[in-house]
Structures are given as C-alpha cells and as structure tokens.
C-alpha cells in the first residue's frame, strides 16, 4: 500500500513511481518539487548506508530505502514510501504543508488536503 521507486545515486528516477500518493504527486506538479525530491534522494544516497533505512523526506513524509549494489559498486537506492509510522499531528502537518508548497510553488492547501492519502504503518 505504499509507493515504490529506484533512483540511481544522484538522485534521479530511473523508472516512474508506482502507487505514487496525492500528496507527492502534488509536489512532483512543480519543477522545484521535483528537485526537492530529487535532493532528497541523493542525501540519502548520499549516506552510504549498507542496509535498509527509514529517512524523512524533504516535505516530511518517511521513506524505507536499500542501495543496489553490485560487485560493490552503488548502483542507485530501492525505495518504498510515502508513509508515516505513526498518524500525525494534523495542526503541525497542515503547517509544513503550507511552509513545503510555499517553498516549491504549489498549494499548501492542496498538500494539507491530501494527508488522508498518505499510508499509516
């Protein structure tokens, strides 16, 4: 029930989101969002890590991400998100929206609406 994507180490999509959610659709609308979500994978990538991890995004939704490696090279990041753990606060994820869309140039609005369609694990 959440989104899946792989990204080669810089950060950029190698193949299109599946199940990709309303919220980060929204956010993907805008150039800047995009970049955004792009800076976002490679600071993960970025990390070197050798095993699954769970990160925070840049809008404030998490992510579980595992490297592909192969004959030790890093050959980009596996990732399954748009998630949260735990159900928000409302009051404060309606903030971060707002201050996200301001930052990107789509609505705040849009992005607080779209909090229902972001998966609770």
């Known amino acids: 029930g959440v989104a899946a994507f792989i990204t080669a180490p ?3 999509p190698l193949a299109a ?3 990709c959610s ?4 929204t956010i993907h609308s805008s150039d800047a969002g995009m970049a955004a979500c ?4 490679r600071s ?3 990390l070197h890590e050798t095993h699954p991890t769970i990160h925070l995004c840049h809008a404030g939704i998490q992510y579980a991400s595992a490297p592909v490696t192969i004959n030790g090279q890093r050959l980009g990041m596996v990732t399954a998100g748009q998630f949260f753990t735990q159900p928000p606060d409302a009051q404060a994820f309606r903030a971060q929206a707002q ?3 301001e930052r990107i140039g789509v609505s705040g609005d849009a992005l607080a609406a779209a909090l229902e369609a972001i998966t609770i694990l």
């Not at 309303?22 to 659709?25: N, P, V, W």
């Not at 792009?38 to 994978?41: H, K, M, T």
């Open 10 to 12: 810089e950060g950029l």
């Open 17 to 19: 989101c599946s199940r």
């Open 22 to 25: 309303r919220f980060c659709r």
């Open 38 to 41: 792009q800076a976002s994978w």
């Open 44 to 46: 993960i990538s970025d």
């Open 99 to 101: 201050q996200t869309g």
